[in-house]
Structure formats: structure tokens, C-alpha cells
């Protein structure tokens, strides 16, 4: 199908790592992001992959591509507080024109 | 500067008004994106320019017209909107076709249709 699917919800530990999961869907997609969406506000990108890469490091933020099984990951080392948000997942699909399509959004909430 | 300004920031508008919302960015992308998140949903794609030509209109209803007066702007024109059609209205711009194409979002227009 067409959606890009990811777990509803999230629950960890502050000083504990969060691992936020994606299935997508078109094995032809070029590159894959993660965005993060606070209340309220807009979507800030935090991360991407390009489709030839297995993963990628970016400070506290881990991105693991599965292409095969078309799975994406995010690991969040030392969560924080400020980690709290929606992330989602999203799939560049390049046809005659960039086409992002975002993931069903995974709500990570982190207590003391 | 990787900012994509939108106004304004909030909307209220009657069923029967005209408004437009506005989205700017000065980082030479050539291709600009609106997208429609209603609460607790991902962003929905509507429609998105290429070096200012129209190449995706999501079917979405007439009631929304977009506009690229030129390669830094992005209007989308809203006239006789529906209560459902309450939501955030989201942009973005992109380098279009090949290499990076990070797309960054401005903070979104907050709409209500009364």
C-alpha cells in the first residue's frame, strides 16, 4: 500500500536510548528523513539517509536503513526531556517530481 | 539561512471570505511544497511547484489555489473554505531533482474556518 507506517507511541527513561521504527514503502526512494514536530509547531528535519547507505551518525542521533525489508530506524542515545515530540519518518519518492510522504508519526515521551 | 518564513502564523476565517497564506525562502530552492496536517496526522501533501510551474496537484478541491509569483514565494489563495478544511498549513522548499534535496519546513499557518 501507500503508507509509510511507524509505532503510535514511545515511552522512555530519560539518560535511556529511544529507538523510533519505519516501515516504508517504495524501494525505488532516494533518500529517507526523520523529522521532528513539537506542539504546535512545524516540522524541524533532523537527520536523512540516502538509500545507498546502511547507516548513518549524527551526534546523539542514529539512522539504520534496511533496504531490503524497507526499514528505517532512529535511535536517540542519552534521550532528554527536550526529546519529547512527534517524529516522523518520510520517503523521497523521485518521479518526475520530489514527492515527500511522511510516516504515521510515533509520539516519544520522556520522564524523569 | 535554511528558513522557510510563513504568514501569517494563526487564521481565522469565515466560510464566505478570501484569504491568502504567504511562504517565503531565500536558500535558491526551486521547489516549494504545501502540505495540510490536521491534529494528530501526518502532513498531507497538496501540491508542489517545480521552477515555478504547477507538477503536483494532489486533487485537492478548487477551493484552494496555489500561486508562484516567483522561484522565493508561495502563496495558496482560500475562498469559500469549509469548517473541515480547518487545519495546519504546512510549506517547504527543496533543491529540486538530483543530489541533496532536504526539504525544510516553515512553522506552519494555524487555519480556522468558522
Known amino acids: 500500500g501507500e503508507d509509510v507506517e511507524q509505532s503510535l507511541f514511545l515511552s522512555v527513561r530519560e539518560g535511556d536510548s529511544s529507538v523510533i521504527n519505519c516501515t516504508y514503502t517504495?524501494?525505488?526512494?532516494?533518500?529517507l528523513y526523520w523529522y521532528k514536530q513539537e506542539p504546535g509547531a512545524g516540522l524541524q528535519l533532523l537527520t536523512y539517509?540516502?538509500?545507498?547507505?546502511d547507516m548513518k551518525q549524527d551526534q546523539r542521533l542514529t539512522v539504520l536503513l534496511n533496504k531490503k525489508d524497507k526499514h528505517l530506524s532512529l535511535r536517540i542515545a542519552d534521550t532528554q526531556t527536550g526529546d519529547s515530540a512527534i517524529y516522523f519518518c518520510a520517503e523521497l519518492r523521485s518521479y518526475n517530481t520530489d514527492k515527500l510522504i511522511f510516516g504515521t508519526g510515533t509520539r516519544l515521551q520522556v520522564f524523569p | 539561512d535554511t528558513e522557510v518564513t510563513q504568514t501569517p502564523k494563526h487564521l481565522v476565517m469565515g466560510m464566505t471570505n478570501k484569504k491568502s497564506l504567504k511562504c517565503e525562502q531565500h536558500m535558491g530552492h526551486r521547489a516549494m511544497y504545501w502540505y495540510k496536517q490536521k491534529a494528530k496526522k501526518p502532513p498531507e501533501l497538496m501540491f508542489v511547484y517545480s521552477y515555478e510551474k504547477l507538477s503536483i496537484n494532489e486533487s485537492v478541491p478548487s477551493r484552494f489555489s496555489p500561486e508562484c509569483p516567483n522561484s522565493s514565494l508561495l502563496n495558496l489563495h482560500l475562498h469559500a473554505l469549509q469548517p473541515e478544511d480547518s487545519a495546519l498549513y504546512l510549506c517547504?522548499?527543496?533543491?529540486?531533482?538530483?543530489?541533496?534535496?532536504?526539504?525544510?519546513f516553515g512553522q506552519g499557518t494555524r487555519l480556522t474556518v468558522v
Open positions: 539517509i540516502f538509500s545507498n547507505m
Open positions: 517504495d524501494s525505488s526512494s532516494t533518500y
Open positions: 517547504a522548499s527543496s533543491r529540486s531533482g538530483g543530489g541533496n534535496t532536504e526539504a525544510f
